[in-house]
Every structure is written in structure tokens, then in C-alpha cells.
């Protein structure tokens, strides 16, 4: 009898050490995957910081106008008088969507 009891207790040490040692392992590499995720986090802070600054510098109007000329595209300013603006108004498309509507 007091073998089964030393066995039973030796067998719960057994189970609760192997526990112990899975969880401080499964510490460690939370650990580890946190410190992998910081180490993300800085790069991609990094590399926002200069996609920002490239994009900041593509959008200068001397920039603009350099890739204009070199895609060789014949673009000019236009003047207020060149543009027209054509605003017609049709009493009867607006009736049909009033009509068409439904729920």
C-alpha cells in the first residue's frame, strides 16, 4: 500500500514538473516572439519614415514637371478661358429616379 502511495505521488511530481517545464518553455518563446515583433515594428517604423520622405519628394511641383518631360507627354496650364464648364439641367431624368426608387 505505501508503494502505491509513493507511486501516485512520484506520478504527480512527474506530471506537475513536466508541466512547469512546458509552460516556462512556452515563456521563452513568447519572449522571443515578442522581441521578433518589436524588432518588426522598428523596421517597418523605418521604413514608413522614408516611403513618407520618397513620397514628400515626388510630389514637389519641379519633380512633377521632371516626369512630365521625361515621360514626354505634352502637357500644358490651361487658363481659366479654355475651360468650359456645361451645366444642363433634365426635369424629366430627375422624375424617373424619383420614380424608380424603392424599398
Avoid: W
Avoid at 500500500?1 to 513568447?30: D, N, P, T
Avoid at 520618397?54 to 505634352?74: A, F, G, R, T
Wanted: with cysteine; hydrophobic share 40%; charged share 40%.
Amino acid at each position: 500500500m505505501k508503494v502505491c502511495r509513493y507511486g501516485c505521488v512520484l506520478v504527480v511530481i512527474l506530471i506537475m514538473a513536466i508541466f512547469i517545464m512546458s509552460e516556462g518553455s512556452r515563456k521563452i518563446q513568447i519572449g522571443y516572439d515578442i522581441t521578433r515583433m518589436k524588432n518588426e515594428r522598428a523596421r517597418l517604423s523605418e521604413e514608413i519614415y522614408k516611403l513618407e520622405f520618397k513620397s514628400d519628394k515626388l510630389k514637389k511641383p519641379d519633380k512633377i514637371s521632371m516626369k512630365v518631360k521625361e515621360m514626354k507627354l505634352d502637357l500644358g496650364v490651361q487658363n481659366d478661358e479654355e475651360i468650359a464648364v456645361v451645366k444642363k439641367f433634365h426635369k424629366h431624368l430627375d422624375k424617373k429616379m424619383e420614380l424608380k426608387i424603392e424599398a
